[in-house]
């Protein structure tokens, strides 16, 4: 079983930063990659950012967020670093983490509960 608990989100005023975090824990030998998603009503969940590396490499951005938004990961956890936000990035962000049982098991996904972002004035 493996565990993803999620913190940050809230709402913040256009052009305002949040920072969302999400850590792994429970029975897993490998974390492959952690990512965040987002989903507005009537519209299906979209890739925000993922990361495969330690820190900040091997990281892909959905071109809205490029230049605005920063993944970063240690160990088991990955932060989600929001800047200069404006109202169509409101939505609930979810994490997202693909694990491996053991050396030989192939990867299992995990989601978390999804936190809200909301941006308004």
Request: charged share 15%; net charge neutral.
């Amino acid at each position: 079983q493996v565990q993803l608990v999620e913190s940050g989100g809230g709402l913040v005023q256009p052009g305002g930063s949040l920072r969302l975090s999400c850590t792994a824990s429970g029975a897993f030998f490998s974390i492959e990659n952690m990512g965040w998603y987002r989903q507005v009503p009537g519209k299906e969940r979209e890739l925000v950012a993922d990361i495969v590396g330690v820190g900040s490499d091997g990281a892909v951005y959905a071109e809205s967020v490029k230049g605005r938004f920063t993944i970063s990961r240690d160990k088991n956890t990955v932060n989600l670093e929001m800047n200069n936000l404006n109202p169509a990035d409101t939505a609930v962000y979810y994490c997202q983490v693909n694990t491996h049982r053991t050396i030989f098991s192939p990867k299992s996904e995990h989601w978390g509960q999804g936190t809200q972002v909301t941006i308004s004035s």
